[in-house]
């Protein structure tokens, strides 16, 4: 056997596992064109400049970087947010606002593995592009309660904040950015003492609150955290602006959201709601977004607010695993098509043809097996049915047809090969 092992926190995806990551793949898609996505495609490799450039410093120190044989300097993409927003500053520059763009693929971090936790894993991104208002939050929303609800999850939920609650109150205190950011980052990873260590005594006890800061239900919440925050007139607006995206949402019949004031998300570009989605099942999020209006200016752009999310693809894997959801896909029958003689191959490699052109999946066996050994290997590998191509049936325009499952046979005119196989 080899020893080559692939590299640490990757993985080789087979069977089952491959299985429900291209499936979450294809209701991501099919959730992107039902909410008017535009998928577009863009490089794993980018410049390190556009990568770093507003990530934040959890993910500037987790990439996969290097030079090319041009002495470039390049990373492996750690999300799709930049690529997503260098195309709004140049290819997409004139386009008409809103869009909506869609992409899915593998991104790259050098975390520590675990279980969730890998260091090449798999997002599907959407990012609505020019609007500031509530209702494109939303939309985004939304979208993201429909993506875990189609591929049939059940019991979920969106955690829901807005980073500019906590930014108004710093700025107004004279907390500098960088210090903010380092604040958010410890916020993120729950390490509350961490972060309140780099504030003083008023900001902390603010920030306290707000970390205990409970209601029964998002509207409640909301309403304390009204009380909580008065004199803070920049953060006023910002719950004003929290409370108006989840009237809408919950008018839009979605009431998956449990709002937590001092919830804070690793990068650094956020500026208004902020969310992440959970099942009971895993204490990971399978998902994330928020809404980040600076960034495209940032990046040498025209002004253009923009709120987006990124759905963690294999952990959405491993919550259909956990409530064994039943994939909901469209079964392909499998058929095997075996030669009774050498004579016949050639023939019996035409109906395997035919059989592909009309959409059904076909195997020709390619093993030179005896028949009993053919149809004992098709067997084992979940065939449905056995094409059995003999000279006397081939003279009458006729093959054998086998299902395996019943264990019964019948002769088949070849013309209605395919359409027996559908039925
Ligand atoms: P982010 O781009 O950090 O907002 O992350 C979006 C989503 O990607 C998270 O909610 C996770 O579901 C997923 N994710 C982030 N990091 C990893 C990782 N190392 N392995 C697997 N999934 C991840």
Known sequence: MSTFQPVRGMRDLLAQ??????????????NAQLYGFQEVITPI??????????????????????????GRRVALRPEFTASIARLATTALRSEPKPFRLFSVGSVYRYDEPQRGRYREFWQANFELMGSAKPEAD?????????????????????????????????AQEG????????????????????A?????????AVLEGLVALKGETSAETVEKLREHIKGYEGAVASVDNLAAILKLVTEAGCSIQKVD????????????????LYVPELDIALGGGGRYDKLIEAFGGEPTPAIGMAAGLDRIGLAIQAQKTVLKKHQQKKVMVIAIKEDQKGDALKIAQKLRDEGISAEFEVMGRKMAKALEDADKRNTDYAVIVGEREL?????????????TQAEVEISALAQKIRS
């Open 17 to 30: 596992d491959a299985e429900t990551l291209t499936y979450v793949i294809s209701k991501a898609r099919e």
């Open 395 to 407: 003279k009458e325009g006729k093959v054998v047809v086998k299902d395996l499952a019943n264990r």
């Open 45 to 70: 490799v980018e410049p390190l400049e556009l990568l770093s450039a507003k990530s934040g410093d959890e993910i500037r120190q987790r990439m996969f970087i290097f030079d090319d044989l041009g």
């Open 261 to 276: 004031p001092a919830f804070a998300r690793g990068l650094e570009y956020y500026t208004g709601i902020i969310f992440e």
């Open 175 to 194: 907390v500098d950015d960088k210090t903010q950011n380092a604040v958010f980052q410890k916020m993120d990873k729950k390490e509350f003492e961490a």
């Open 138 to 170: 939303a939309e985004i929303i939304l979208l993201a309660n429909s993506l875990l609800k189609n591929v049939g999850l059940t019991g979920y939920a969106i955690k829901l904040g807005h980073i500019g609650i906590v930014k108004a109150i710093l």
């Open 196 to 204: 309140y260590a780099l504030l003083n005594a008023k900001c902390r």
